[in-house]
Protein backbone atom coordinates (compact mmCIF):
# COMPACT_ATOMS: atom_id res chain seq x y z
CA UNK A 1 0.00 0.00 0.00
CA UNK A 2 0.53 3.48 -0.62
CA UNK A 3 -0.30 6.49 1.13
CA UNK A 4 0.34 9.53 -0.69
CA UNK A 5 -0.12 13.51 1.24
CA UNK A 6 1.62 16.64 0.16
CA UNK A 7 4.52 18.15 0.79
CA UNK A 8 5.88 20.31 3.71
CA UNK A 9 2.72 17.99 5.48
CA UNK A 10 0.87 19.83 8.18
CA UNK A 11 -1.01 18.40 11.39
CA UNK A 12 -3.83 17.78 9.24
CA UNK A 13 -1.75 15.74 6.68
CA UNK A 14 0.27 13.77 9.27
CA UNK A 15 -2.54 12.86 11.44
CA UNK A 16 -4.75 11.61 8.89
CA UNK A 17 -1.79 9.28 7.61
CA UNK A 18 -0.96 7.96 10.97
CA UNK A 19 -4.18 7.48 11.71
CA UNK A 20 -4.92 5.02 9.16
CA UNK A 21 -0.83 3.40 9.77
CA UNK A 22 -1.92 3.07 13.45
CA UNK A 23 -5.83 2.20 13.17
CA UNK A 24 -6.18 0.74 10.27
CA UNK A 25 -2.97 -1.45 10.63
CA UNK A 26 -3.87 -4.68 8.85
CA UNK A 27 -4.31 -2.50 5.77
CA UNK A 28 -1.84 0.44 6.21
CA UNK A 29 0.73 -0.49 8.81
CA UNK A 30 3.54 -0.96 6.34
CA UNK A 31 2.23 1.31 3.60
CA UNK A 32 5.31 3.46 2.11
CA UNK A 33 4.28 7.06 1.48
CA UNK A 34 5.10 9.25 -0.67
CA UNK A 35 4.40 13.34 -1.38
CA UNK A 36 2.91 15.50 -4.46
CA UNK A 37 2.28 19.38 -4.43
CA UNK A 38 -0.82 20.40 -2.70
CA UNK A 39 -4.43 18.89 -4.68
CA UNK A 40 -2.34 17.04 -6.89
CA UNK A 41 -2.37 12.93 -7.45
CA UNK A 42 0.72 10.81 -8.28
CA UNK A 43 1.25 9.71 -11.36
CA UNK A 44 0.89 6.07 -11.79
CA UNK A 45 4.28 5.57 -13.01
CA UNK A 46 5.72 7.01 -10.55
CA UNK A 47 3.21 5.08 -7.72
CA UNK A 48 4.94 2.22 -9.73
CA UNK A 49 8.31 3.27 -8.69
CA UNK A 50 7.22 2.43 -4.70
CA UNK A 51 6.04 -0.98 -6.27
CA UNK A 52 2.54 -0.12 -6.22
CA UNK A 53 -0.67 -0.30 -8.15
CA UNK A 54 -2.81 2.68 -8.53
CA UNK A 55 -5.49 0.48 -6.79
CA UNK A 56 -3.08 0.31 -3.94
CA UNK A 57 -2.70 3.74 -3.87
CA UNK A 58 -4.46 6.03 -0.78
CA UNK A 59 -4.39 10.05 -1.24
CA UNK A 60 -4.66 12.01 2.12
CA UNK A 61 -5.43 15.94 2.72
CA UNK A 62 -5.22 15.55 -1.21
CA UNK A 63 -6.39 14.49 -4.60
CA UNK A 64 -9.86 15.17 -3.89
CA UNK A 65 -10.49 11.76 -3.49
CA UNK A 66 -12.33 10.07 0.19
CA UNK A 67 -9.50 11.56 2.53
CA UNK A 68 -9.62 14.83 1.24
CA UNK A 69 -11.96 17.84 2.00
CA UNK A 70 -10.55 20.71 -0.47
CA UNK A 71 -13.73 20.05 -2.48
CA UNK A 72 -16.36 22.61 -3.03
CA UNK A 73 -19.38 20.79 -1.17
CA UNK A 74 -16.47 19.10 1.85
CA UNK A 75 -14.67 23.10 1.62
CA UNK A 76 -17.98 24.03 3.37
CA UNK A 77 -18.06 21.59 6.10
CA UNK A 78 -16.22 21.36 9.04
CA UNK A 79 -13.95 18.59 8.19
CA UNK A 80 -10.69 17.60 7.67
CA UNK A 81 -8.41 15.05 6.50
CA UNK A 82 -8.02 13.97 10.34
CA UNK A 83 -11.87 13.48 10.85
CA UNK A 84 -12.73 11.69 7.25
CA UNK A 85 -9.53 8.96 7.95
CA UNK A 86 -11.19 8.82 11.64
CA UNK A 87 -14.64 8.05 10.25
CA UNK A 88 -12.90 5.39 8.04
CA UNK A 89 -11.25 3.67 11.44
CA UNK A 90 -14.19 3.79 13.16
CA UNK A 91 -16.46 2.07 10.02
CA UNK A 92 -13.77 -0.35 9.84
CA UNK A 93 -13.30 -0.83 14.09
CA UNK A 94 -16.44 0.07 15.52
CA UNK A 95 -14.85 -0.44 18.67
CA UNK A 96 -12.87 2.78 18.23
CA UNK A 97 -16.04 4.86 18.57
CA UNK A 98 -15.83 4.78 22.47
CA UNK A 99 -12.27 5.68 22.10
CA UNK A 100 -12.55 9.36 23.27
CA UNK A 101 -8.61 10.00 23.29
CA UNK A 102 -8.86 9.59 19.43
CA UNK A 103 -12.03 11.52 18.95
CA UNK A 104 -10.38 14.27 20.84
CA UNK A 105 -7.26 14.27 19.05
CA UNK A 106 -9.51 13.87 15.55
CA UNK A 107 -11.32 17.09 17.29
CA UNK A 108 -8.08 19.23 18.57
CA UNK A 109 -6.75 18.67 14.17
CA UNK A 110 -9.66 19.51 12.78
CA UNK A 111 -9.82 22.72 14.69
CA UNK A 112 -6.56 23.57 13.99
CA UNK A 113 -6.69 23.25 10.20
CA UNK A 114 -9.78 25.42 10.58
CA UNK A 115 -7.77 27.93 12.10
CA UNK A 116 -9.77 28.32 15.64
CA UNK A 117 -7.36 29.04 17.66
CA UNK A 118 -8.08 32.43 16.87
CA UNK A 119 -10.70 31.84 19.20
CA UNK A 120 -8.58 30.91 22.27
CA UNK A 121 -7.88 33.30 25.47
CA UNK A 122 -5.16 35.62 24.47
CA UNK A 123 -4.87 33.86 21.30
CA UNK A 124 -1.37 35.96 20.22
CA UNK A 125 0.32 34.79 23.82
CA UNK A 126 3.74 32.89 22.43
CA UNK A 127 3.16 30.44 24.78
CA UNK A 128 0.95 28.72 22.19
CA UNK A 129 3.93 28.89 19.67
CA UNK A 130 5.01 25.21 21.83
CA UNK A 131 1.82 23.22 20.27
CA UNK A 132 1.91 20.64 18.22
CA UNK A 133 1.19 22.09 15.24
CA UNK A 134 3.14 25.35 15.29
CA UNK A 135 6.20 22.72 16.05
CA UNK A 136 6.07 20.60 13.25
CA UNK A 137 5.50 23.96 11.26
CA UNK A 138 8.90 24.99 12.65
CA UNK A 139 10.46 22.47 11.34
CA UNK A 140 10.59 24.29 8.02
CA UNK A 141 12.60 26.91 9.08
CA UNK A 142 15.37 24.25 9.50
CA UNK A 143 17.83 23.14 7.08
CA UNK A 144 18.28 19.28 7.94
CA UNK A 145 14.58 18.76 7.48
CA UNK A 146 13.01 16.93 4.84
CA UNK A 147 8.97 15.72 4.47
CA UNK A 148 10.06 12.00 6.14
CA UNK A 149 11.49 13.81 8.71
CA UNK A 150 8.60 16.17 9.67
CA UNK A 151 5.82 12.98 8.74
CA UNK A 152 8.10 10.60 11.29
CA UNK A 153 8.65 14.13 13.95
CA UNK A 154 4.72 14.45 13.98
CA UNK A 155 3.70 11.03 14.36
CA UNK A 156 6.12 10.61 17.28
CA UNK A 157 4.11 13.54 18.58
CA UNK A 158 0.60 12.35 18.30
CA UNK A 159 1.96 9.06 19.72
CA UNK A 160 2.69 10.92 22.77
CA UNK A 161 -0.14 13.24 22.64
CA UNK A 162 -2.42 10.13 22.37
CA UNK A 163 -1.14 8.67 25.20
CA UNK A 164 -1.54 11.81 27.58
CA UNK A 165 -5.14 12.18 26.36
CA UNK A 166 -5.27 8.67 27.32
CA UNK A 167 -4.17 8.86 30.96
CA UNK A 168 -5.45 12.79 31.44
CA UNK A 169 -9.37 10.65 31.05
CA UNK A 170 -8.59 7.65 33.51
CA UNK A 171 -6.94 10.24 35.91
CA UNK A 172 -10.48 12.35 35.63
CA UNK A 173 -11.74 9.43 36.29
CA UNK A 174 -9.97 8.39 39.30
CA UNK A 175 -9.99 11.69 41.13
CA UNK A 176 -14.10 11.65 40.76
CA UNK A 177 -14.74 7.99 41.67
CA UNK A 178 -11.35 6.76 43.76
CA UNK A 179 -10.37 10.47 45.16
CA UNK A 180 -10.07 10.94 48.73
CA UNK A 181 -11.36 14.45 49.68
CA UNK A 182 -10.37 16.42 53.08
CA UNK A 183 -10.27 19.79 54.11
CA UNK A 184 -7.08 21.74 55.41
CA UNK A 185 -6.83 25.76 56.66
CA UNK A 186 -5.46 26.66 53.50
CA UNK A 187 -8.31 24.49 51.34
CA UNK A 188 -8.98 21.76 49.61
CA UNK A 189 -7.19 18.55 49.41
CA UNK A 190 -6.85 15.34 47.45
CA UNK A 191 -5.32 11.62 48.43
CA UNK A 192 -5.33 9.14 45.69
CA UNK A 193 -3.78 5.50 45.38
CA UNK A 194 -2.99 5.25 41.64
CA UNK A 195 -0.25 4.50 39.43
CA UNK A 196 -1.80 7.79 37.31
CA UNK A 197 0.38 10.62 37.87
CA UNK A 198 -1.24 12.86 36.09
CA UNK A 199 -4.16 12.75 38.44
CA UNK A 200 -1.74 14.84 40.35
CA UNK A 201 -1.69 17.98 38.30
CA UNK A 202 -5.27 17.68 36.95
CA UNK A 203 -6.38 17.95 40.45
CA UNK A 204 -4.58 20.84 40.82
CA UNK A 205 -5.73 22.59 38.41
CA UNK A 206 -9.13 22.11 39.89
CA UNK A 207 -8.83 23.26 42.96
CA UNK A 208 -7.12 21.35 45.22
CA UNK A 209 -4.48 22.58 47.06
CA UNK A 210 -2.51 20.05 47.69
CA UNK A 211 -2.40 16.59 46.18
CA UNK A 212 -1.03 12.90 47.69
CA UNK A 213 -0.85 10.24 45.24
CA UNK A 214 0.90 6.91 46.66
CA UNK A 215 1.72 4.17 43.79
CA UNK A 216 0.26 0.61 45.11
CA UNK A 217 2.24 -1.37 42.97
CA UNK A 218 5.84 0.59 43.55
CA UNK A 219 4.71 1.58 47.00
CA UNK A 220 6.12 5.64 46.62
CA UNK A 221 4.34 8.74 47.67
CA UNK A 222 4.62 12.26 45.39
CA UNK A 223 2.84 15.05 47.34
CA UNK A 224 2.34 18.29 45.62
CA UNK A 225 1.03 21.60 46.31
CA UNK A 226 -0.12 24.25 44.29
CA UNK A 227 2.38 27.08 43.86
CA UNK A 228 -0.52 29.39 44.98
CA UNK A 229 -1.13 27.38 47.83
CA UNK A 230 -0.54 29.08 51.47
CA UNK A 231 1.61 26.29 52.98
CA UNK A 232 5.12 25.10 52.47
CA UNK A 233 5.66 21.25 52.79
CA UNK A 234 9.34 21.54 54.60
CA UNK A 235 7.30 21.01 58.33
CA UNK A 236 5.79 17.97 56.74
CA UNK A 237 8.98 16.82 55.19
CA UNK A 238 10.43 17.27 58.58
CA UNK A 239 7.73 14.97 60.64
CA UNK A 240 8.24 12.37 57.80
CA UNK A 241 11.91 11.81 58.39
CA UNK A 242 10.84 10.78 61.89
CA UNK A 243 8.83 8.47 61.02
CA UNK A 244 10.10 7.17 57.90
CA UNK A 245 13.60 5.39 58.12
CA UNK A 246 13.19 3.58 54.76
CA UNK A 247 12.43 5.61 52.29
CA UNK A 248 13.78 8.19 50.26
CA UNK A 249 12.55 11.80 50.38
CA UNK A 250 13.51 14.61 48.02
CA UNK A 251 12.21 18.20 49.27
CA UNK A 252 11.67 20.78 46.65
CA UNK A 253 13.58 23.84 48.27
CA UNK A 254 10.29 25.77 47.11
CA UNK A 255 7.86 24.03 49.52
CA UNK A 256 5.80 22.54 47.30
CA UNK A 257 6.75 19.39 46.52
CA UNK A 258 7.57 16.76 48.21
CA UNK A 259 9.06 13.34 46.75
CA UNK A 260 9.30 9.93 47.23
CA UNK A 261 10.14 8.20 44.07
CA UNK A 262 10.26 9.61 40.81
CA UNK A 263 11.01 8.17 36.97
CA UNK A 264 13.97 10.57 37.26
CA UNK A 265 15.41 9.15 39.60
CA UNK A 266 15.15 4.84 39.53
CA UNK A 267 17.02 4.22 43.00
CA UNK A 268 14.73 5.55 45.71
CA UNK A 269 13.41 3.53 48.00
CA UNK A 270 9.15 3.43 48.44
CA UNK A 271 8.10 4.54 51.85
CA UNK A 272 7.23 2.22 54.15
CA UNK A 273 4.16 4.63 55.48
CA UNK A 274 0.56 4.15 54.21
CA UNK A 275 -1.63 6.98 52.25
CA UNK A 276 -3.20 7.46 55.45
CA UNK A 277 -0.28 7.72 57.46
CA UNK A 278 0.56 10.48 55.14
CA UNK A 279 -2.71 11.88 55.40
CA UNK A 280 -3.05 11.41 59.18
CA UNK A 281 -0.29 14.14 59.14
CA UNK A 282 -0.59 16.30 56.92
CA UNK A 283 -4.10 16.74 58.79
CA UNK A 284 -2.05 17.20 62.29
CA UNK A 285 -0.05 19.51 60.69
CA UNK A 286 -2.06 21.87 58.34
CA UNK A 287 -5.59 21.64 59.68
Known sequence: ??????????????AATWMLKRFVAQEFADAKVAFVNPGETIAPAEAEQFGCQPHQVTHVDTGLGEFDHHQLDRGKEFLSATLLTYQYACDVHPELKKDQSLEKLAQFVTDIDHFQEVHWPEAGDIRYLFMIH???????????????????????????VYSTITQYLKAQEIIEHEGQ????????????????????????KSGYILVIRKDPQLGNIRIKARPDADLSLETL???????????????????????????????????????????????????
Open 134 to 160: ELIRGLENLEAHSDESQLHFGFTCLDS
Open 1 to 14: MLIVTHHAPDLDAI
Open 181 to 204: EFHLKAGPALALETSNDDTIKLAQ
Open 237 to 287: YQAIKKKDEVGNWYYHPGGKMLLNGSQKHRNQQPTPLSLQDVVGLVKHLYS
